[in-house]
């Protein structure tokens, strides 16, 4: 019998950025809150299956327009043994990933310029898609 195999391919239509920085979620979702006049929303967590049929939640806030999209995740899990697990496996250094779906291409960069001058962020890094295994972790 001969078999087929489904293979379906996925339209990536954001970017992702990175964010070292020692405060809390909701800390950091108020203060770009403040710098971006936007009102990102805590969203229940977004579960993720892992190998070893184990998943993990991960907490998000949410801001969404009929042109724009912005999300802010936190890149470990919220359980308490989390050691091995991220959002994005391939930079366990970020603290935090932005999904940034944005209508007109300058706006990332303006994006990461107004959000580099929050003071709690440390570091603020575009993070390629090209060759991110983990880039289907935010497909939901």
């Known amino acids: 019998m001969k078999k087929s195999k489904l293979v379906i391919e996925y339209d990536y239509d954001f970017e992702l950025m990175g964010i070292l920085s020692s405060a809390r979620g909701y800390k950091l979702a108020w203060e770009i809150n403040q710098t971006l006049g936007i009102q990102l929303i805590k969203q229940p967590d977004l579960v993720v299956g892992f190998k070893n049929n184990e998943e993990k939640s991960f907490s998000f806030y949410s ?7 912005l999300k802010l995740f936190k890149n470990k899990p919220s359980e308490q043994e989390s050691g091995k697990y991220f959002l994005i496996p391939e930079f366990p250094h970020f603290d935090f990933i932005i999904l940034a779906a944005m209508e007109e291409q300058d706006t990332h960069q303006q994006l990461i310029h107004r959000v580099r001058s929050i003071e709690v962020i440390q570091l603020v890094a575009s993070i390629p898609l090209e060759g991110l295994k983990s880039k289907s972790n935010f497909i939901f």
Do not use: A, D, G, V
């Not at 801001?63 to 999209?69: D, I, K, M, S």
């Open 63 to 69: 801001h969404e327009t009929q042109l724009n999209r």
